[in-house]
């Protein structure tokens, strides 16, 4: 099975104690590098979360974005800090006897003062917040995946169809090359009788001529190594699992017996041949760049 890079996920889950909400969208790239935005309560889930998900991706970059609503009335509490308190108390009561005035304070009054009494967050019960946020992840993940797959499948034809094209090709060459020596061969002979004017020729010579010829031309060793890169990607794609590096790698070197084919070609036909195939390469490759 092959995954695209590519791929959206979106779980959520509304319960009377709260609501989570979590969508996971990446592109390509190189590595695995996860992006998580969260709310800062839940900052001691993200190390979890990061192993938790490398069950599900393997390559490229994922945003994470996690929604949170607390709906239970008992997520904080009235803190009452004393110490303040007799701070206040004790310079009130200065004043008014350095001034002569009344201390008319009253324990309401006293509440209101800064830091007296504070609203505290209550701490979550970490496990069983978890128990929840687990679940909304695995669905999130799963469908993320799921989106991943679709499109994987649909570029694992894309590329079978067109290493088919490019095998159709090599095939091509690999017919036409052998007529090239031979067409050589012949104007080569009639070059020499122009020149001779009806002498003798010299079988030997013109031997030793097509064969340095022939070196030159030989694109053998490139199609065979070339068609095995085609074959050796199209049993990868068949069998399947995180292949993108692997593919990446061959992709570089089909397209580089694809540039040695150019060099080496003395025909226009050749030529054309081998441009198409550096181009049908690249796209390819283009497209193996997608696979995670």
Not at 40 to 57: A, G
Not at 199 to 214: C, P, Q
Not at 225 to 240: P, V
Request: charged residues 35%.
């Amino acid at each position: 099975m092959i995954k695209s890079m590519t791929g959206f996920g979106r779980a959520e889950s509304v319960t009377k104690e709260r609501r989570i909400v979590i969508e996971m969208k990446s592109v390509n790239h190189r590595y695995c590098d996860i992006n998580i935005k969260m709310p800062k309560k839940l900052n001691f889930f993200e190390t979890s979360i990061r192993n938790y998900l490398k069950n599900y991706i393997g390559r490229g970059k994922v945003d994470i974005f996690i929604t949170y609503e607390d709906y239970t009335e008992n997520n904080v509490c009235v803190k009452y800090n004393q110490e303040i308190a007799s701070e206040y108390v004790k310079y009130i009561q200065q004043m008014a006897d350095t001034f002569e005035l009344k201390n008319d304070l009253s324990a309401a009054s006293l509440s209101r003062y800064p830091e007296v009494l504070t609203l505290e967050e209550q701490s979550e019960n970490e496990e069983e917040l978890w128990k929840d946020f687990v679940g909304v992840l695995d669905q999130a993940a799963k469908q993320f995946v799921e989106s991943r797959t679709v499109e994987g499948e649909a570029l694992k034809t894309d590329l079978l169809e067109k290493l088919e094209g490019m095998l159709a090709m090599v095939d091509y060459i690999e017919s036409y090359s052998p007529s090239l020596v031979e067409e050589y061969r012949d104007k080569l002979e009639a070059k020499v009788k122009e020149l001779l004017e009806g002498a003798a020729i010299d079988e030997s010579r013109i031997a030793t001529e097509v064969t340095i010829y022939a070196d030159k031309i030989c694109v053998d060793e490139e199609t065979v190594r070339l068609r095995s890169h085609i074959e050796n990607t199209r049993a990868i794609l068949l069998e399947g699992g995180n292949v993108g590096r692997k593919l990446d790698f061959i992709a570089q070197e089909m397209n580089r017996e694809a540039n040695t084919i150019l060099s080496k070609a003395n025909s226009l036909e050749i030529s054309n041949k081998a441009i198409d195939l550096k181009t049908e390469i690249e796209k390819v490759r283009e497209q193996i760049q997608n696979i995670e």
